[in-house]
């Protein structure tokens, strides 16, 4: 599968208190983000969020992006998670089956984001993309 990168920007981040459980803090975020490179285009996230009392913490999330890959225009949803303790940190993903629409119809894969040094955010995306008739 070939990968793919793109740097994105969150334009927005809405984070909403849910409670807690256990001690735990509970959130929801609604972000809007635009991203460029080889994934140009704009995505709508929720995301649901966990915060420990000792700072450790964990999220899950959908992306709606709607972007050109390699010249096709379409739409997918992308879901990723995440987990950060004092023994580091990890981030996956995956396009959702058969969520795909318009050229991008079709497409399959999993990735992760990456946030450098300078707060730079990228989604890095290893893919296919069956054509569907």
Known sequence: MPRIAAVFVNDTY???????????????????RTFTGEIAGSAVAELLTVRASDGSAAYVAFDR???????KPGAFVFQHW?????????VAGAVVPSSGSGELAGIEGEG???????????????YRLEHVS
């Open 65 to 71: 992006i709607t972007a050109t890959i390699d010249g």
């Open 112 to 126: 992760t984001i990456r946030v450098d040094e300078q707060g730079t955010h990228t989604l890095e995306l290893d």
């Open 14 to 32: 809405d984070e909403r208190d849910e409670g807690s459980f256990e001690g735990n803090a509970l959130g929801r975020v609604h972000i809007t």
């Open 82 to 90: 995440g987990t950060i303790s004092a023994a580091g940190g990890s």
